[in-house]
């Protein structure tokens, strides 16, 4: 089956530094990738659509300045955390659709654990 | 707008009991519903899925689910659980454009 590879599959910075996430589509070309946030004992929170050659689309309360995304080829898609602080300390997940399985059906990155000191 | 809601916050079963986690959701259209877990440090893996159709749904490792409209429920059920079952389990709802709107989770633990 297809398989999407996050790298770095754990981080820890210190406040106010910035952090790249990697998101890769390993055998498969994703136009369209998504962000997830969860928090302990919490469910996925979408923060963001990855959309490759074009802006991102982001949900209610997501800061894009905040959150930097980057859909810069049909297998890679960034997040970058800039300027970190402790509450940003999180999982990051991405995603990318299965188009034969249907709509909202996607395949999901191991994730990044982000610790900000 | 699209929700999720999954009752239980955490299960207990024994081995080898059978299984049944809730799931509710809220969707003015027809909705496309999935099961996902997710185990420590791993992402989420499909386990099952229903657009359309038979509304009992057959999916991965002996899970199946049942969609009833009536209820707007989408419960999944599996006769007799394994050790390897403990894990996250999340329902979710598509909502457009491929997006997925999850449940808050059920964390199973499995009594020996």
């Known amino acids: 089956g297809a398989v999407v590879s996050q790298h770095p599959s754990r981080v820890i910075c210190k406040s106010g530094t910035s952090v790249k996430i990697e998101c890769r589509s390993l055998d498969f070309q994703a136009t369209t990738m998504f962000w997830y946030r969860q928090f302990p004992k919490q469910s996925l929170m979408l923060m963001a659509t990855s959309n490759e050659g074009s802006k991102a689309t982001y949900e209610q309360g997501v800061e894009k300045d905040k959150f930097l995304i980057n859909h810069a080829s049909l297998t890679l898609s960034t997040l970058t955390v800039t300027s970190a602080h402790p509450e940003d300390s999180s999982f990051y997940i991405c995603?990318?659709?299965?188009?034969?399985?249907?709509?909202?059906?996607?395949?999901f990155g191991p994730g990044t654990r982000l610790t900000v000191l | 707008a699209q929700s999720v809601t999954q009752p239980d916050i955490h299960i207990t079963v024994s081995e080898g009991a059978s299984l049944e986690l809730r799931c509710n959701y809220s969707?003015?259209?027809?909705?496309?519903l999935f099961w996902y877990v997710q185990s420590p440090g791993q992402g989420l893996q499909l386990l099952l899925k229903?657009?359309?159709?038979?509304?009992l749904v057959q999916g991965i490792k002996g899970f199946e689910a049942e969609f009833k409209r009536s209820q707007s429920s989408f419960n999944l059920r599996k006769p007799s659980v394994h050790w390897s079952d403990a894990a996250e389990y999340f329902c979710a709802v598509g909502a457009g454009a491929q997006k997925l709107v999850f449940g808050q989770g059920t964390r199973l633990t499995i009594n020996p």
């Open positions: 969707y003015g259209a027809t909705p496309y």
């Open positions: 229903y657009f359309s159709g038979d509304t």
């Open positions: 995603s990318a659709p299965r188009l034969a399985g249907g709509p909202g059906e996607q395949f």
